[in-house]
């Protein structure tokens, strides 16, 4: 069984900064894709960053130059670092997985709150 445990939400004032982590555990096949999702109250679920195993990254318009992904050297790891924070990013974040046989993995989601 797969794993994914995110950390790092949290309430921030507008212009702060926060640093999510998700890790991956349990019996999963290669890591194709690694990235966030958000979801705000009344809103869909919407892609934030991803980032592949080749390192390629792809952003909403709505966080480019703000929002930075990245993978750690265990290569199970993503992170999202936030700066720039606007009352309009908050939201529950969700880390995802996509591996390489084509399954789809979410953590439990980690509330990020900012404040005007």
């Known amino acids: 069984q797969v794993q994914l445990v995110e950390s790092g939400g949290g309430l921030v004032q507008a212009g702060g900064s926060l640093r999510l982590s998700c890790a991956a555990s349990?019996?999963?096949?290669?890591?194709?894709?690694m990235g966030w999702y958000r979801q705000a109250p009344g809103n869909y679920r919407e892609l934030v960053a991803t980032i592949t195993s080749g390192g390629n990254t792809n952003y909403a318009d709505s966080v480019k130059g703000r929002f930075a992904i990245s993978r750690g050297n265990a290569k199970n790891t993503v992170y999202l670092q936030m700066n720039s924070l606007k009352p309009e990013d908050t939201a529950v974040y969700y880390c995802w997985i996509l591996s390489a046989i084509g399954s789809n993995y979410w953590g439990q989601g980690t509330q990020v709150t900012v404040s005007s």
């Open positions: 349990g019996s999963i096949s290669s890591i194709d894709v």
